[in-house]
């Protein structure tokens, strides 16, 4: 099992596992069916779900005697702390700010053979919801008290290192607070890490030369205090539905950032005008925020190309190339 600190045992409430020497040997479902009948009640059905992917699978349940159904996201090859640790840690966080339906985490454990499992809320979920609302919860959200005592401390991270996509994404926490934290935060553990992560020179000659431009990035934001807020991190139209009308976002990487990050996805969120009505209703626009949203786009661009390779490489070069030129 991982290493955590005090808050994150305290966040969590964690079941312990049976001792190893007590159980047969058994798949990660049903490991996961295993606590769901000693701390749930009887399983009333299962049923597949579409939507995994090649490192995990997903199946929905229900119990006896409880209106509330449960979706399982299981990996047979992959610890709680690679797989899916951050997840859950994050939907906490998000669910925490209560300002939009977010799946509520019940349990989270390595497997007893190996693998790992995370336990949820199943939602409904369906279509879009009212963009003006979800722009104006959006930034109830970013605004909310953060749950993180280093975040409350004005401090820049998360409680463990996630992923984004299939990425690692470090989130050691800045060693301090305000603009200049946020900035070496970002240069090292967001782009800066995609830029190593590509082991590409042109890419590494167009990042030096945007650092060059812009005084380490600092021009970008002169009179611009940057505090925490909890991010989604990943949020793009295949997050985001409605559940009985009401907002709904999931599939996170959770940090705590500057707000503005969170639209570094913007490119495939489809967030059209009634949005920005809701969302600047209570977050206005600062000034710089165009040339800034180049960079944050460049940090998504650049993962995609770590991902997938093709075009998203020419389109990270682009982004930074045009805060390059300011």
Not at 103 to 123: R, T
Not at 174 to 203: C, H, M, N, P, Y
Not at 243 to 267: K, Q, T
Not at 282 to 301: V, W
Request: charged share 25%.
């Amino acid at each position: 099992l991982p290493v955590v600190d005090t808050f994150i045992l305290t966040l969590t409430a964690r079941v312990p596992q049976r001792k190893l020497a007590a159980a047969a040997r058994m798949g990660i479902m049903d490991d996961a069916e295993k606590w769901m009948t000693d701390n749930l009640g009887k399983i009333s059905f299962k049923r597949g779900m579409g939507g995994g992917s090649g490192w995990a699978s997903l199946a929905r349940y229900g119990i006896e005697g409880r209106d509330t159904e449960y979706v399982v996201k299981a990996s047979g090859s992959r610890n709680l702390e690679s797989m899916f640790l951050g997840e859950a840690l994050g939907l906490k966080a998000l669910g925490t700010s209560g300002t939009m339906a977010v799946p509520e985490v019940f349990a989270f454990n390595d497997g007893f053979d190996g693998g790992s499992y995370l336990i949820m809320e199943y939602m409904q979920m369906s279509g879009r919801p009212d963009q003006e609302t979800f722009g104006r919860l959006m930034a109830e959200m970013h605004l909310a008290e953060p749950l993180a005592p280093e975040a409350k401390e004005g401090r820049f991270g998360f409680n463990v290192d996630n992923t984004i996509g299939a990425t690692p994404q470090p989130n050691a926490w800045s060693a301090g607070s305000g603009t200049d934290a946020w900035l070496d935060f970002f240069r090292e553990k967001r782009i800066g890490f995609q830029v190593r992560t590509a082991r590409d020179d042109r890419i590494r000659k167009q990042w030096d030369a945007t650092l060059a431009a812009t005084n380490g990035l600092a021009d970008l934001f002169e009179g611009i205090d940057v505090k925490p807020s909890v991010l989604h991190g990943d949020l793009w139209s295949g997050n985001i539905a409605a559940v009985n009308g009401r907002p709904c976002i999931f599939d996170p990487a959770v940090y705590y950032g500057h707000h503005e990050a969170e639209w570094g996805m913007s490119w495939c969120a489809s967030l059209g005008p009634s949005f920005w009505k809701g969302y600047r209703s209570l977050i206005p626009k600062d000034e710089g925020f165009d040339r800034r949203a180049e960079l944050y786009e460049a940090y998504h661009q650049l993962n995609h190309y770590n991902l997938f390779g093709g075009g998203y490489r020419n389109t990270a070069l682009s982004c930074l190339a045009r805060v390059e030129a300011g």
